[in-house]
């Protein structure tokens, strides 16, 4: 029998089974990616006219054959070593928009969170409170956000990270908006990048919140149901917009470079360092610290 009718007897089989498995979704991988294995194409009608064993053709077809499903198989769920779980959706490089929503139930034995948003670009909201630990909705286009929780004790660490390994070029537009519980004490730690912040957290106890922002646009409100609560904001060019309400003492010490600064509700002590009249008669104190280059800065009260 002639190896061109092996060949390609084979091709067509392997390439039959995969269009089954794939309408029976026993598995998922992208057609969408088939036009860019078109050189794949070229390597078998190479591999068809060496002057080399039959068994050794069918050996390499099997190899590059094997080679592209595993290309074009999407994993989409990973554990790691720890047992801790890591979700990834699914990224398109077409710019229809691509929705993603996860949600973290909530145990009333957590009594600490941190949540670690590493996020670089896009619109993000919070203004609304869940039963669930933390809800997780985006909408829009080219963004896939993957996430890890841990937990030690009273104390659960949420990690939501944008995926940067194929991430395609070409504008991004996609809001993500979350929600908290009010129930355990909040820490933040925002690596926002050029991603525009509207947190809308005065129903939420607040312990601590880093924000480290590139040009962007951030607003922050500030509640008074913590004792303390730290806030440090290390911005580019950005535009900042904080709220403290009038229940809460502040004490705020800004470094600005080439910024336009509006300070309402607070007095001078020294260059770069205000704060409000009630802040020793409050339950509820904010501890601000601003360094921010060519921005806009605007504080005010509520």
């Known amino acids: 029998m002639k190896f061109r009718n092996i060949f390609w007897g084979v091709v067509l089989i392997f390439l039959g089974v995969l269009f089954i498995l794939s309408n029976l979704n026993l598995i998922y991988f992208d057609w969408m990616h088939l036009w860019r294995l078109w050189p794949v194409i070229l390597v078998l009608w190479g591999v068809s006219i060496l002057p080399v064993h039959n068994l050794i053709k069918l050996s390499l077809t099997i190899l590059v054959l094997g080679g592209t499903v595993f290309f074009m198989v999407d994993q989409t769920v990973e554990w790691d070593d720890n047992k801790h779980i890591r979700i990834e959706k699914w990224e398109s490089d077409e710019s229809y928009p691509i929705d993603q929503t996860f949600n973290i139930p909530y145990d009333d034995s957590v009594k600490t969170v941190m949540l670690d948003l590493d996020i670089g670009a896009g619109a993000f909201i919070i203004a609304d409170s869940t039963d669930d630990l933390i809800d997780f909705n985006k909408r829009g286009t080219k963004a896939k956000y993957a996430y890890v929780v841990k937990r030690s004790e009273d104390r659960a660490v949420i990690k939501i990270e944008r995926d940067e390994i194929n991430i395609v070029s070409g504008k991004t537009s996609h809001t993500v908006e979350i929600k908290l519980n009010k129930e355990p004490v909040w820490d933040f730690d925002l690596d926002a990048g050029a991603a525009a912040l509207d947190f809308d957290l005065s129903a939420f106890k607040v312990n601590k919140l880093?924000?480290?922002?590139?040009?962007?646009?951030?607003?922050?409100?500030?509640?008074?149901?913590?004792?303390?609560?730290?806030?440090?904001?290390?911005?580019?060019?950005?535009?900042?917009?904080?709220?403290?309400?009038?229940?809460?003492?502040?004490?705020?010490?800004?470094?600005?470079?080439?910024?336009?600064?509006?300070?309402?509700?607070?007095?001078?002590?020294?260059?770069?360092?205000?704060?409000?009249?009630?802040?020793?008669?409050?339950?509820?104190?904010?501890?601000?610290?601003?360094?921010?280059?060519?921005?806009?800065?605007?504080?005010?009260?509520?």
Not at 212 to 218: I, N, T
Not at 291 to 296: F, G, H, L, Q, Y
């Open 210 to 302: 880093d924000l480290d922002g590139g040009a962007a646009a951030f607003e922050l409100k500030f509640g008074d149901k913590y004792p303390e609560t730290f806030v440090t904001i290390d911005a580019g060019a950005s535009s900042i917009d904080l709220q403290i309400p009038d229940s809460s003492g502040c004490d705020l010490r800004i470094t600005a470079v080439l910024s336009g600064k509006s300070i309402y509700g607070f007095k001078k002590l020294e260059h770069g360092h205000y704060r409000t009249e009630n802040f020793d008669e409050t339950e509820s104190k904010i501890f601000i610290e601003v360094d921010a280059a060519v921005s806009s800065f605007s504080i005010s009260r509520y």
